[in-house]
């Protein structure tokens, strides 16, 4: 199993950025699919969640991206991605894609995760 | 939404110790609950989840307990390769939470 994130930069506050997370060694298509950042320095902190095929692809976010991020997957390129809206300096952060183990309640955990890709926000 | 606090914040033991560190959530969640290990530039890596359940292929000082409110994640003989910081995550409800984690020192 292996996740790769790429998409990371340098954006000004109030712009636009999309990351992107291709996985392998597992069937993509079967798996609830998470996003997780980290700013510098602090805690995880939970950005949301797409269900798979499945449970038709719905989404869960934290209220702090709500409105601002998308999260979306292409299963038929094993990808997994993180659109950016309205961007602003606390957003600043590594971010990991992460896959939870299963579906049901009791394998939301998290057994996978990317190597992560900094977003840094500032003018 | 569902807070998770971690105590202590910060520890240092020794190697062979015996080291515990506590997550409370601010409503019940059943077992619903991971650990987590980060060490310094590097991905979370999965620990114990359902409470209890040693994740495959992690150390078996590692265990798990608790249940609705209060969990323990007990390290039983620490070793140099424990330093690193720990997390709970509670995966009971929407949002998703992680507790604010634990730094654990080797002396």
């Known amino acids: 199993v292996q996740l790769v994130e790429s998409g990371g930069g340098l954006v000004q506050p109030g712009g636009s950025l999309r990351l992107s997370c291709v996985a392998s060694g597992f069937t993509f298509s079967d798996h609830y699919m998470d996003w997780v950042r980290q700013a510098p320095g602090k805690g995880l902190e939970w950005v949301g969640r797409?269900?798979?095929?499945?449970?038709?692809?719905?989404?869960e976010y934290a209220a702090s991206v709500k409105g601002r991020f998308t999260i979306s997957r292409d299963d038929s390129k094993d990808s997994l991605y993180l659109q950016m809206n309205s961007l602003k300096t606390e957003d600043t952060a590594v971010y990991y894609c992460?896959?939870?183990?299963?579906?049901?309640?009791?394998?939301?955990?998290?057994?996978?995760w990317g190597q992560g890709t900094l977003v840094t926000v500032s003018s | 939404d569902i807070q998770l606090t971690q105590s202590p914040s910060f520890l240092s033991a020794s190697v062979g110790d015996r080291v515990t560190i506590t997550c409370r959530a601010s409503?019940?969640?059943?077992?619903?609950l991971a650990w987590y290990q980060q060490k310094p530039g590097k991905a979370p890596k999965l620990l114990i989840y359902a409470a209890s359940t040693l994740q495959s292929g992690v150390p078996s000082r590692f265990s798990g307990s608790g249940s609705g409110t209060e969990f323990i994640l007990t390290i039983s003989s620490l070793q140099p390769e424990d330093s690193a910081t720990y997390y709970c995550?509670?995966?009971?409800?929407?949002?998703?939470?992680f507790g604010p984690g634990t730094k654990v020192d080797i002396k």
């Open positions: 992460a896959r939870a183990a299963g579906s049901s309640w009791d394998t939301h955990y998290f057994d996978y």
């Open positions: 995550q509670q995966l009971n409800s929407y949002p998703l939470t």
């Open positions: 797409i269900r798979n095929t499945a449970n038709s692809y719905t989404t």
């Open positions: 409503q019940g969640i059943t077992s619903y």
